[in-house]
């Protein structure tokens, strides 16, 4: 049975397509069959693995909104191990879409039962909103990852998050669990950096990854490939703290 991980944060920019891209290519990379599940109408994660838009007959959102056979939008990825449910622009009617329709809040789960035996991860990529579709990730997931981006602010909107958290819990899916928290883009040159890592663990306490990603350019870089980072530039630091991070994620599973 898949292990079934949401990538959230509501804030943009944080970081969470770049982990759930690297971090389901590392978890690959470490024998295990991973899925991808592209759910922002931006389509990053998607275009960041390389698929082209020619490529996609069915996406995300004929799964959510036409209740197409997921197994039918399923594409595979230059990385082994390693596969997609894309995303593309059409996404962005189902936020509105899903209002008015039967189950709404459990659609993508009943999409994934069909394809949970066959994978070990599945990994779904947030859109920075609390909206329908998120709603959707979390009623399917076992747990939620958070990246928290080194900045001032860092954990503002976090208590909206943990608040949709427990409604998600209250309403749909009692067992969701914190699978962990994520520090990103860390700038090691300021003080700044090491001030929101201690407020974060004061906050999130041993939640919070031992793994820190910092600022790395070839991160930046590698979806305009259409590559994980371990396939773009296999030594940069960017390459190695995803790989730290996937082997924690690893080691939590086994406690
Ligand atoms: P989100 O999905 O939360 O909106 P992204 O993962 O797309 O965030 O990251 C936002 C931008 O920052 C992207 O251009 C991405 O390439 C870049 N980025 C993400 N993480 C890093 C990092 N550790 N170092 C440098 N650039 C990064
Ligand atoms: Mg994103």
Redesign the pocket.
């Known amino acids: 049975m898949a292990r079934i991980i949401s990538v959230a944060?509501q804030?943009?920019?944080?970081?969470?397509?770049?982990?759930t891209v690297n971090l389901g290519a590392c978890l690959a990379f470490n024998g295990k069959k991973v899925l991808l599940v592209d759910i922002?109408a931006q389509g990053?994660a998607t275009s960041g693995i390389g698929v082209r838009k020619p490529d996609v007959d069915h996406d995300v959102y004929d799964v959510l909104v036409n209740e197409t056979p997921i197994k039918e939008t399923i594409l595979s990825t230059t990385r082994e191990n390693l596969d997609i449910v894309p995303a593309t622009i059409q996404l962005a009617g189902a936020e509105i879409e899903l209002t008015s329709m039967m189950a709404r809040e459990s659609r993508l789960k009943s999409a994934l039962a069909e394809v949970e035996d066959i994978y070990d991860f599945i990994l779904i990529?947030c859109p920075?909103s609390l909206g329908h579709l998120t709603i959707n990730a979390f009623t399917s997931s076992d747990s939620i990852l958070i990246?928290v981006q080194c900045e001032y602010y860092a954990l503002e909107g976090l208590s909206q998050l943990l608040n949709t958290v427990r409604l998600v819990q209250k309403h749909f899916n009692p067992e969701l669990k914190i699978e962990g928290v994520l520090l990103?883009?860390y700038d090691a040159r300021t003080n700044l950096g090491a001030e929101v890592v201690e407020e974060v663990r004061k906050y999130f306490r041993e939640k919070v990854y031992d793994t820190i990603?910092?600022?790395?350019?070839r991160?930046?870089e590698a979806?305009s490939h259409g590559l994980s980072i371990i396939d773009y530039d296999p030594r940069s630091k960017?390459a190695e703290v995803y790989l730290s991070l996937a082997k924690e994620v690893l080691n939590r599973e086994q406690e």
């Open positions: 944060n804030k943009g920019g944080v970081g969470k397509t770049t982990t922002d990053n990529d920075p990246p990103t883009m990603i910092p600022r790395n350019v991160l930046s979806p960017g």
